[in-house]
């Protein structure tokens, strides 16, 4: 639990410390970053960690496994002894923290499809899982205007003011990485770092609901704008992987993953991990398709180059072939891999 005095302290560490603490950050997070302060207090607390480049990407889309991550680690949630069955049942980074949510019953789209987790969350998901955990159960409009109330929050949209409420927050449109653990801050700030009455009373579990009810019914209390169906299954959309383990040691080994989701007859959203040994890397964009087999991916979410290309084979499996996307990852690995169909 974040206690009051921790602020205090962070407070005086960057009065008398600057230079320690600027020395822990992001090289992508300058001084004069709106959220600067905000990204080295959730680094100072674990709350963040950032990339392995080092950086922490503060203007990408936030994907909703991210926002999972940050609040489970903000609220330090517990973990329950059963696991979440998914529908997608490879295993994922983000397990963990979506078993402690789900345990909390907090509103998300993603508990039972890993396609779901990598794809950005929108700004009225965003609302309803932090009320949920801050004030309790409350539907769209309610959980929009707790965040204004306590200033945690804005509107995006100025024309709307007094008008429409849900245009005016922006429930549609996506989050920035910055934005989100500012509102965190925020929350710290204003001493909302307690667990609400409702949250507890799910996780406690007097009636015994299994964790996979419990996750069913989050998702029933998102707004049913906000509503995210398992994805239509096209010939492309799936999660891949390839593992090999070719020493004993805790890093010896190769692993390719990749998450395809959100496919159309043109293009579908791609999510590509790396690791060979201690260099690793990720990427989150759009691939267009150019034939019933190949696909090709120009640019990375974040604006950067990054070429690679797709070949979908006939056992299940996925070709993938870098070109150049050495703006997202370390020296010494590629993505490039043949991975199997989970």
């Known amino acids: 639990m974040k206690k009051l005095i921790g602020t205090l302290l962070f407070s005086i560490l960057i009065i008398a410390s600057a230079g320690n603490v600027q020395a822990a950050g992001f090289r992508d997070v300058s001084k004069d970053h709106y959220a600067y302060e905000a990204i080295l207090w959730a680094e100072e607390y674990d709350i963040v960690n950032g990339f392995t480049d080092g950086t922490f990407k503060p203007n990408a889309t936030i994907t909703e496994q991210q926002l999972a991550k940050l609040l489970a680690n903000f609220y330090e949630l517990e973990t329950p002894i059963d696991e979440l069955k998914k529908q997608t049942p490879s295993a994922n980074w983000s397990d963990d923290f979506y078993n402690q949510l789900a345990s909390y019953g907090v509103p998300l789209n993603g508990y039972f499809d890993n396609r779901i987790r990598a794809a950005t969350v929108k700004r009225g998901v965003v609302a309803q899982a932090i009320a949920h955990l801050a004030s309790g159960k409350k539907g769209l409009d309610q959980s929009i205007q707790f965040l204004l109330d306590t200033y945690i929050s804005s509107g995006l949209n ?20 910055a934005q989100v653990v500012t509102m965190l801050y925020r929350m710290d700030e204003r001493n909302y770092y307690e667990i609400s009455a409702d949250a507890q009373a799910i996780h406690e579990n007097a009636n015994n609901v299994s964790l996979n ?3 069913k019914n989050a998702q029933n209390q998102l707004d049913k704008s906000l509503q995210q169906a398992t994805p239509s299954k096209s010939a492309w959309e799936g999660v891949y992987t390839y593992y090999y383990k070719w020493g004993k040691g805790t890093n010896e080994f190769n692993r390719r993953d990749a998450i395809i989701s959100n496919a159309t007859n043109k293009s579908f959203s791609i999510a590509l991990t790396a690791n060979d040994g201690s260099a690793s890397g990720s990427v989150n964009g759009t691939a267009t398709i150019t034939s019933n087999t190949k696909a090709l991916m120009n640019t990375s979410s974040h604006g950067n180059r990054c070429v690679v290309e797709f070949e979908r084979l006939s056992n299940n499996a996925l070709k993938v072939s870098e070109i150049d996307c050495r703006a997202e990852r370390n020296e010494g690995t590629n ?8």
């Open 335 to 342: 993505f490039s891999g043949t991975l199997k169909q989970q």
């Open 213 to 215: 009810n419990r996750a």
């Open 158 to 177: 100025p024309q709307y003011e007094e008008r429409n409420l849900q245009k005016f927050y922006g429930v549609t449109s996506n989050m920035t990485r």
